[in-house]
């Protein structure tokens, strides 16, 4: 059987409330796909529809070839793993790992071995007769993600995993969980999460969703460089989102002509808007100027924050090594290179 995961047009409703609208999705196999987006957006929804744990209103789940969608849960062969490490107390480490195997009736045997496997690959061998309450949170799930993997599941689901730990076991659970892949290469892996970082990190592609649909899909570069509507600009990374008037091979901001080298779907005329990262803007004049009265400024240890209002708008700008910031009120000029703006049709959101 091939591996993977394909949503087709999988809806989910509570209370006659659509929380999951017609999702369409396929996670390659060994293809790590984050979904990414804000709180209710329903990313929860749609792994437990792939997990046996919400029944779609409409629409198949199939995993590799197979239709799951009438299938219970344990019937499926999916690891998961959610937020709160949901370890059984009064068993050992050992004991949590085995469970899964025993309830699915795996040869008696051939668990030693799987749960030794299972907790090495975690780095938890040596806490293995420990029982959870005598564990970090961090190492609690990293025994909640060898119970996980010791059934050898062809996909696994990771629903906020990290969210509990605090930022810098956070940031070493991230480069475990990246090396963990890269030790199973077919398993794949469908990780739910509101934070950028661990989708950027992570993913091999993000979906975007908002208010139960899918927004956007593509590889982290693809969304950060090229995003195709302002939610996806603005979730995936920090963005300029400036209204701008659509001419012959320039754009209009206040009557300042800009030079933009990728747009789409963008019509002379046309009111769109033009995103630029932050990062991408740089104090001084340069191929496109823009001029404005200098707000604020903010230091962030590694680059000065300046927020500018330009014509009525307001352009943020990370300049890095900047010695001597310029005071609020002064006038700045800033620029960007055509190249590092992206000019998006106006209302690809608004459906
Ligand atoms: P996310 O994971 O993106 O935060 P969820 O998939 O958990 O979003 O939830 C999507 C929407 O569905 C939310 O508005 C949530 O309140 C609602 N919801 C989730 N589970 C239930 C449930 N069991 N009963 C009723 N509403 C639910």
Known sequence: MSGGIRFDRVSVAYGGTTVLDSLDLTVGPGEVMA?????????????????????????RVFLGDRDVTDLPPHRRGIGMVVQQYALFPHLRVDQNVAFGLKARKAPKREIPGRVAEALEMTGMAAYARRYPRELSGGQQQRVAIARALAIRPGVLLLDEPLSALDARLRSGMLTELAR?????????????????????TLADRIAVMDRARLRDCGTPRELY???????TASFVGDANLLPVTVGSGTVSLGGRDLKVATGRDTAPGSTATLCVRPHLVGLGEGPNTL?????EVQWRGSAHRLYVDVTGHRVKADVRELRDPPAPGAEVTLHFAPEDAVLLAAGVTDD
């Open 35 to 59: 979904l990414l987006g804000p709180s209710g957006s329903g990313k929860t929804t749609a792994l437990r529809a792939v997990a046996g744990f919400v029944r779609p209103l409409s629409g």
């Open 180 to 200: 963990l892949h890269r030790e199973l290469p077919d398993v794949s892996i469908l990780y739910v999460t509101h934070d950028q970082v661990e989708a950027l």
């Open 225 to 231: 460089r090229n995003p195709r509507t302002e939610f």
């Open 291 to 295: 001029r404005g009265t200098l707000a």
